[in-house]
């Protein structure tokens, strides 16, 4: 994808013409009237338009008055016709420059996911995301000074941290959650606040523009679920590959600690799973839905919307494999 050329649409280029006409149709009036002021004093008794001869009745009544008939007829048609044609093409008209707009916003956003020692660098806008998340969004990593709470006097030490897949993140969250993670970031992790409300050098345009990309790379359901066929139905096996990133402290780094222990999610051992879900079904839909920020769900929880809906990306046999090997933690 290029970065869009802004060019002019049909309507300016329309209202360009028009502008054009009327420029030169007051240049022809001024020259025409310069040049008929040189009637002597006097002479407006004779050739003023209110004392010249008109038409008489017989020619006004002819084939003079039978073309104005005609010419009207001919325009009222063409409005008759062309307002309900204009109508009917208002919506498609409506939905094209929808389009555009979301094409121009993902070209911009485009830029901005670009690394940033591409040609141009930040010079043409570009921020970086793909120098962890891929070149298209398919995943990557990155370096990351790590600190122990418990040793802060000690130095950071270096690891290499998995960066998700953004070609799936508006599968697993909604546009207006993909806009506070860029915005805030994620504490604790590689990823910044880039949104200026967060701290970071983005502005909201720049921040619905990378949305917007992200949207474009989108894959469908069918190719996510493809993606992950392989790992069949075995719930130990899913967890590790769609929950242990946030569930499982040291994944994200290669230095996994208790599975489904908990590090940016909530520990899911000794029974929280059961306790919180009562029924299996409903810990299958809120896998499947996720969290909604400040809606309840479960027993007593309040969603923060930080935890992914899976339906889009897993088959209902994949999300009842997780669910019930959560609920054996």
């Known amino acids: 994808m290029r970065l869009t050329v802004l060019a002019a649409t049909t309507q300016q280029q329309l ?9 030169v149709g007051w240049a022809i009036y001024l020259v025409a009237q310069l040049k008929g002021g040189e009637e002597k004093p006097g002479s407006e008794i004779e050739f003023a338009p209110n004392r010249r001869p008109y038409f008489d009745d017989e020619e006004m009544e002819g084939k003079r008055l039978d073309g104005t008939l005609t010419w009207s007829l001919v325009l009222l048609v063409i409005v008759a016709v062309g307002l309900p044609l204009y109508w009917l093409n208002e919506p498609g008209r409506q939905a094209g420059a929808i389009k555009k707009f979301d094409d121009q916003a993902a070209g911009r956003g485009f830029q901005l996911f670009q690394n940033a020692n591409a040609p ?9 995301c ?3 998340h891929g070149s298209k969004g398919q995943g990557g990593s990155t370096p990351y000074n790590l600190t122990d709470p418990a040793k802060p006097d000690a130095p950071p030490r270096k690891v290499t941290w998995l960066a998700p897949a953004l070609d799936t993140v508006l599968l697993r969250f909604s546009p207006e959650e993909v806009n506070r993670i860029i915005t805030y970031g994620r504490p604790n992790t590689p990823m910044p606040a880039w949104g200026v409300q967060g701290g970071g050098p983005m502005n909201v345009q720049q921040v619905l523009d990378l949305v917007a990309y992200l949207e474009s790379i989108k894959l469908t359901p069918e190719q996510a679920r493809k993606r992950v066929a392989k790992l069949g139905t075995d719930g130990a096996a899913l967890f590790d590959a769609m929950c242990s990133r946030c569930h499982t402290k040291g ?13 940016f999610g909530p520990s899911l051992l000794d029974g929280v799973t059961t306790r919180q879900f009562p029924t299996l079904a409903q810990h299958l839909e809120f896998v499947t839905v996720g969290s909604d920020f400040e809606k309840p769900y479960g027993t007593r929880g309040v969603g923060s919307g930080r935890m992914p809906g899976f339906g889009l990306m897993l088959t209902k046999a994949q999300i009842r494999a997780i669910a019930e090997y959560e609920r054996s933690l």
């Open 15 to 23: 209202g360009l013409a028009v502008v054009v006409a009327l420029l």
């Open 120 to 128: 141009g660098g930040h010079n043409v806008g570009h921020f970086g």
């Open 130 to 132: 793909a120098d962890c």
């Open 251 to 263: 994944w994200s780094y290669g230095e996994p600690d208790e599975t489904g222990g908990g590090a």
